[in-house]
């Protein structure tokens, strides 16, 4: 029984084996010129300015989690978009269309919700 | 491809009824911010879904390729469960008005509770049940902290997401291991398996933290520590539907599951000791804990997790004890969902009528006659006096306990009750003995009126605990149908 599970044990072992492997290999072997500007914050391409302990604004955590909620649910749309062609081949095109359908349906709902509630104005 | 899909629909329509409505009212309210029709509608939805369903009760049917059972025992439970809802937002209607809290997303979010619920209580499957189990939670998180600026409502949200979402991760993570144990997600293949591959460690981890995951949603001790917290800072009603459906759709899911993989009766006796000692100790835990509280809807909670103990003893019988459950469930939703009604009635607004205890309802019986008679039937129901339907319910799953030769069990559990007896009657005692002068200065002076949907419910509710007390046949023939074992049928009147 265990003996089914092999491969995916030796592949959490591999996964994290070389993710923190590599991360010491590069500490170990890559050179070591530090200087101002690479030893600061990096804040893409900005000067970092102020302490990092800034309060920020409610509304971004609003955003990034409507960002969040409807980025996940986008990922499920993939598998089906690429397997269309497979469905429309065995005669389920019409029936795979409505089932993702309904699952974009309800993603406008939460989106329409969202937009009515005012979620989406900034001030 | 999808021939299936169709036929399927219409064996599962009350569930999809019910969540398609709770997504219509997610659109009206986005619209007609917190319109009066949405509880309207979502009233009809459920009276209509639990029409189908009761058309339903005779046949037994599978869709979407057995992972939703249909009809039979599913149609039962999911009308246990939609009189629980419809309960729930009647009187939730008056008491979320007076609080100014009548939002629309409330009924919104009880409809798809209530879907999620079905769906956990229908499954044929792994994943249905933890799809089910998951919609139900996360709709109960939310409904908990509806009462945002109350700080208690948030501590209670809180604490019930941050202990619920781990409570998940061990269900998860016993799905996961049943399946890499068994190589099957469906409940029907797994007795199969099970032949084939033994009972190995896997399988035995998998069932203990499946098992874990199901305590908790029932709140059974030692995984009851939310439920105080969460019934008395959610509103009184939503505690109501929390602690009747909710635990209506985890115990008919236990059933499933345990009937399906763990037939008590054929393999070995260790699960049968599991829920056997879990339900002695929820019954006397929570029975002693009761004994203590003062705050009415604490003492509530704890009195849930004693009567979970109850129910854990008829499914610790195996079979035969399936039916005496049921039976237990559907008296259990009546007389709690009518004592949360009166209790949400008290609270007749967010301020003054909030958190009321045994000190400050003296007297009210008198002043209220209609509320004080109704929880009285409610309490001798609950604490299982003779002609209600909680002594009959009582009865039926520990005579199922004995005749399983558990008789230890039943012993505690009938020593369990008397004990519930005291904290049951004092509320009585304050409400109708005591005078109204003892009680707490803002209750002697508030005026208030019972609410006319209130009124309904609760007289609903007494006529129904009176009824199912005095014919409880036709609800145990029912019931007992659907595990047929000359066993289970002979214990029945």
């Not at chain 1, 200087?35 to 309060?55: H, L, N, Q, W």
């Not at chain 2, 007609?32 to 009760?57: F, H, K, Q, Y």
């Not at chain 2, 909670?301 to 079979?319: E, F, M, P, V, W």
Request: glycine fraction near 10%; include cysteine; aromatic fraction near 12%.
């Amino acid at each position: 029984m265990l003996t089914d599970f092999v491969p995916l044990f030796l592949m959490i072992a591999m996964a994290l084996g070389l993710a923190m492997s590599l991360l010491k290999l590069a500490e170990w072997l890559g050179p070591k010129r530090p200087r101002a500007i690479k030893a600061s914050a990096y804040e893409s391409g900005m000067d970092p300015v102020g302490t990092a302990r800034d309060r920020y604004s409610v509304k971004f955590y609003l955003v990034g989690m409507i960002f969040i909620v409807f980025d996940v649910e986008i990922v499920f749309m993939y598998p089906w978009a690429v397997s269309f062609r497979h469905f429309l081949a065995n005669g389920g095109g019409l029936g795979s269309l409505a089932v993702i359908s309904v699952f974009v349906v309800i993603l406008l709902v939460g989106l329409l919700y969202d937009i009515k509630k005012g979620g989406l104005d900034w001030d | 491809m999808y021939d299936f899909l169709l036929p399927d629909m219409g064996a599962t329509a009350p569930i999809l009824l019910v969540a398609l409505i709770g997504v219509v009212l997610v659109v009206v309210d986005s619209f007609s911010n917190d319109s009066a029709s949405i509880p309207w509608l979502s009233g009809a939805v459920l009276v209509a879904a639990i029409t189908i369903e009761l058309a339903r009760v005779g046949v037994t049917d599978s869709a979407f390729m057995g992972h939703v059972m249909s009809g039979g025992f599913a149609s039962f439970v999911n009308v246990v469960i939609l009189l629980g809802a419809l309960g729930s937002v009647i009187l939730s209607v008056p008491y979320l008005s007076r609080t100014g809290h009548n939002f629309g997303e409330v009924h919104a979010l009880i409809l798809i509770a209530t879907a999620g619920m079905m769906v956990l209580a229908n499954a044929g499957s792994l994943i249905t049940l933890f799809v089910g189990l998951e919609t139900m939670s996360i709709c109960l998180y939310v409904l908990t902290g509806l009462v945002r600026d109350n700080e208690r409502a948030n501590e209670s949200a809180l604490k019930y997401f941050l202990l619920g979402a781990f409570s998940t991760g061990f269900f998860l993570y016993g799905i996961a291991l049943l399946y890499g144990a068994t190589g099957t997600m469906m409940l029907s293949d797994m007795p199969a398996a099970l032949v084939e591959t033994g009972r190995t460690g896997f399988f035995a981890g998998g069932v203990a933290l499946l098992l874990i995951g199901f305590f908790f949603k029932v709140s059974a001790v030692p995984f009851h520590m939310w439920t105080p917290d969460v019934y008395q800072g959610a509103p009184t009603t939503l505690a109501g539907f929390m602690s009747t459906a909710s635990k209506t759709a985890a115990f008919a899911a236990l059933i499933l599951v345990l009937g399906r993989i763990l037939p008590l009766d054929d393999v070995g006796l260790d699960t049968r000791h599991v829920l056997a000692i879990v339900a002695a100790i929820t019954m006397v835990v929570g029975n002693v804990l009761a004994l203590a509280q003062r705050n009415i809807k604490r003492m509530l909670a704890y009195s849930s997790i004693a009567h979970a103990g109850y129910i854990l003893t008829g499914l610790a019988a195996g079979a035969l004890g399936y039916a005496g459950a049921l039976y237990y469930l559907l008296a259990y939703t009546v007389m709690n969902i009518g004592a949360f009604g009166v209790m949400s009635v008290l609270e007749w607004d967010g301020k003054q009528g909030a958190e009321q205890t045994i000190d400050s309802l003296a007297g009210i019986g008198s002043r209220k006659p209609l509320l004080g008679v109704a929880m009285g039937v409610f309490m001798f129901a609950l604490s299982g006096f003779p002609p209600l339907a909680g002594f009959f319910g009582k009865y039926f799953v520990f005579a199922a306990a004995v005749d399983a030769g558990l008789t230890w069990l039943a012993l505690i559990g009938v020593l369990a009750s008397v004990v519930s007896a005291y904290y049951y009657l004092r509320v009585l005692v304050a409400f109708w003995m005591k005078k109204p002068e003892d009680a707490h200065v803002s209750v002697q002076s508030a005026a208030f009126d019972v609410p006319l949907f209130s009124k309904v419910v609760l007289v609903a509710c007494v006529a129904a605990l009176i009824a199912l007390g005095i014919v409880p046949g036709f609800i145990t023939e029912a019931a007992g149908a659907f595990f047929v074992t000359p066993e289970a049928t002979a214990l029945l009147p």
